[in-house]
């Protein structure tokens, strides 16, 4: 149990401080309890909103974005599995690193009409979440897998950007009304912003209206 706790603390303080890249959207600090069963936080459907906030060159015809993406649930008790065989210290683990993972969409699409932030959105909706999860995994602390890959030519800066990566947040997120408790996630974000100096910032926040050009 204290072990288990050790590695929720680090990775809640990997996140802040960038030494854990993957695990994001750690937004309270909870003691974990194992395996307790909590099937309303558990979203019949869920969406997939992915942005690129900024682009120095969107208004150019030529400038594109290729985006593929896969959407996974990793159980809790295969998720801390999976952590317990990580080093210690900062550790960028691989999807495959992640075993009993539940597919729940995989995608690709390419954009080349980015002039406006809604030009720049990408939406799925009506993603089957609830349902792909076997009843006895719907506990408390499972998790979300994005694994993502993009291309983003920009044809004002004329660089062509490749990056590839993965980020994991909870399943569930913290009610807006009390911090203390927890509701059903129904949305994953990703979001991207490319430089002047072209190169790539990404999270797992929602996109900034009023920075996004």
């Given amino acids: 149990m204290i072990r288990s706790l050790l590695l929720i603390v680090c990775l809640q303080l990997s996140a802040t401080l960038g030494m854990f890249s993957p695990a994001v959207e750690l937004q309270i ?41 896969q959407l996974y649930f990793i159980p809790e008790a295969k998720y801390y599995e999976a952590l317990s065989h990580f080093p ?41 979440f609830k349902r792909k999860v076997p009843d006895v995994q719907r506990t408390m602390f499972g998790v979300l897998l994005t694994v993502w890959a993009v291309k983003i030519f920009d044809a004002e800066i004329k660089t062509t950007i490749y990056d ?8 569930c997120e913290p009610d807006p009304r009390d911090k203390k408790q927890a509701i059903a996630r129904k949305t994953v974000y990703l979001t991207f912003h490319v430089t002047s100096k072209g190169t790539l910032n990404y999270s797992q926040r929602p996109r900034i209206l009023a920075a996004s050009q």
């Fill in 88 to 128: 210690q210290g900062g550790y960028d683990p691989t999807p495959e690193e992640f075993p009993g993972k539940i597919l729940l969409t995989s995608r690709r699409q390419k954009k080349t009409r980015l002039s406006t932030p809604e030009d720049r959105t990408l939406l799925l909706s009506g993603i089957d």
């Fill in 164 to 171: 590839s990566g993965i980020f994991i947040t909870d399943a």
């Fill in 29 to 69: 600090f909870r003691t974990r309890e194992r395996n307790v069963y909590a099937p309303h936080l558990y979203a019949d459907k869920i969406e997939f909103l992915a942005t690129l906030e900024n682009l120095p060159g969107a208004r150019k015809k030529q400038s594109y974005w290729e985006l593929s993406y």
